[in-house]
């Protein structure tokens, strides 16, 4: 809350729906600050001493009928306003004294719903009928009148209401088949929570264009390390800005260093990058570098470390050569803080990770506007500076990238592997647009060796590992819970297309135990 200026707060308690991500990122691009709560663990005095404007509740895969569902009941009691999104709208009524029960008729997919109070606070500026997706099997039974019924769709007679501080939607606004589902949260948000912090991006924006400009002034030169993820295409876009403002006719020089990436990666930042008046893009194979500092590595730590070497010699390099004055990185305050540092005080701070691009102690002054940032309110920044949607909204990739998805030491071969199914994973995902109803995915190249029959023989194959997870932060996760024909489909790409793969197997732990990346 120090980080983003505000004392307004969000409650978002997720109860395990597969577009609870989606819903933190429509809170983001609102503005607003949303913290995620663990419904079995938080209780309500400490939503009490939290004092949050709002809570929203997301939908979930049980029924409140006959399942358990952990949530502190007397949350619903304190009176903060709540938005209750599919199952959280259930919990609610429920717990005021209507019947839920099983639909006779279920609702998945895109609906019409019927506004019957378009000019409530909920529904304000919605039209009388618009586009939802439902996924449903239970219907709220309103026999006790309690419920202000806001409007419904063909299966749902209250697919909208309230009762006194709770509002419901039986539809999910975070999706985009949701027509109007940012207008829905920002309604809530602004009219019904009456909040007035929206994180001031636009400000940030122009404070962080402002000390840039007088850094590179009228003749500086600067390269930018791009990685096409959102941290570092947000960066470069206020270099951009600020090489504007400053009158620099000096284009930015732009680096991507190609070796450990994923085909994903280096096609946005070609797609994105490569066409752009005011910067020169410049793409440098560094496969064999790696490779030299990774053999005998094993350990996915000792990987990290021996590709940093790599990363920051290819920068240092470039950096003589194009005459630059200052090297500029996506770095987010999270990185730094998981490395180890970020404390003001001389305190310890415990080291989860190192990052690629912290404490490299280049020969170059360093340039990081984002370093006092985290993730959301370094997107907020981007959209409000013009950064591409599909930019600010890539799935998280580690700074190692592949190294920390092939098991013990790193070769040509199964360097290769590793971008092959990644980008047939990937690919397959984004074509049967499931990219963005998961948090992230991922294949691993393990070292797992099977028999398998290819071309009328006996032979030996890798198994490849493939997960992909539902998470609205990363600090916990789900497994994601992808149609089995199409992981059958990309199994079978996989395995016809990349002749080392042998099998196919897809990983079903949720964290805890497991964490997202594999290394």
């Given amino acids: 809350m120090s980080i983003r200026g505000t004392k307004e707060v969000f409650l978002l308690f997720s109860m395990g729906s597969q577009f609870d991500h989606l819903i933190k990122q429509k809170l983001d691009q609102l503005g607003v600050f ?4 663990d419904p079995g663990s938080v209780r309500a005095e400490d939503v009490k001493m939290l004092k949050p404007i709002g ?9 409140v009928y006959e399942d358990s569902v952990p949530f502190d009941k007397e949350i619903f009691d304190i009176g903060i306003p709540i938005l209750g999104i599919c199952l959280g709208f259930q919990m609610w009524a429920r717990h005021i004294g209507e019947e839920v029960k099983a639909s ?3 609702e998945f997919g895109v609906h019409q719903f019927e506004a019957i109070h378009k000019h409530c606070s909920l529904l304000e500026g919605i039209p009388a009928r618009s586009p939802v997706l439902q996924n449903h099997g239970d219907i709220i039974d309103d026999q006790t009148g309690l419920i202000y019924s806001l409007g419904f769709t063909e299966n749902s007679p209250t697919a909208a209401g309230y009762y006194r501080h709770l509002w419901g939607v039986q539809f999910h606004p975070e999706v985009e ?4 589902g940012l207008e829905i949260f920002g309604n809530f948000c602004f009219k019904i929570c009456k909040a007035n912090d929206r994180f001031p991006a636009e400000k940030a924006a122009e404070i962080k264009i402002n000390a840039l400009a007088k850094k590179i002034g009228k003749n500086k030169k600067v390269l930018m390390a791009l990685s096409g993820g959102s941290d570092s295409s947000t960066a470069i876009y206020l270099l951009r800005e600020a090489k504007e403002q400053s009158a620099n006719p000096n284009k930015i020089e732009a680096l991507y260093i190609k070796g450990i990436d994923r085909p994903d990666d280096e096609a946005y930042v070609i797609k ?22 990774l053999a005998g590595k094993i350990t996915m730590k000792d990987k990290r470390i021996a590709m940093r070497s790599v990363y920051k010699e290819v920068i240092e390099k470039y950096a003589v050569k194009v005459g630059a004055d200052y090297i500029a990185q996506g ?11 970020g404390y003001s005080s001389q305190a310890v701070k415990a080291q989860i990770k190192l990052h690629h691009n912290v404490n490299l102690e280049f020969f170059l002054p360093e340039l990081c506007p984002l370093d006092d940032c985290v993730k959301d309110t370094g997107r907020n920044i981007g959209r409000q500076i013009g950064v591409p949607e599909e930019l600010l909204i890539k799935h998280p990739f580690p700074g190692p990238g592949l190294v920390v998805r092939i098991e013990g030491e790193i070769n ?4 290769i592997i590793a971008r092959q199914i990644d980008g047939i994973y990937i690919e397959e995902l984004r074509k049967e647009n499931l990219y963005h109803s998961v948090w992230q995915a991922g294949a691993v190249v393990t070292r797992s060796i099977v028999t398998c029959g290819k071309s009328d023989g006996a032979v030996e194959g890798i198994v490849v590992a493939l997960w992909a997870v539902w998470s609205t932060n990363g600090f916990t996760a789900s497994a994601a819970e992808l149609p089995f024909d199409f992981i059958k489909h990309v199994s079978r790409r996989i395995t016809n297309e ?3 793969v042998g099998t196919v197997v897809y990983r079903c732990s949720d964290k805890p135990p497991t964490t997202i990346e594999w290394g």
């Fill in 412 to 415: 040509a071969d199964n360097l």
């Fill in 104 to 106: 006779h008729k279920r």
């Fill in 177 to 180: 088949e949701t027509k109007y």
């Fill in 331 to 341: 770095t987010l305050y999270t990185d730094i803080s998981e490395s180890g540092s």
């Fill in 272 to 293: 994105f990058f490569s066409h752009e008046p005011w910067l020169n893009l410049k793409i440098i194979d560094a496969t064999d570098e790696f490779l030299k500092v």
């Fill in 498 to 500: 990349v002749r080392e």
């Fill in 55 to 63: 809570i929203i509740l997301s939908g979930g895969p049980v029924s």
């Fill in 34 to 37: 949303c913290l995620v709560a």
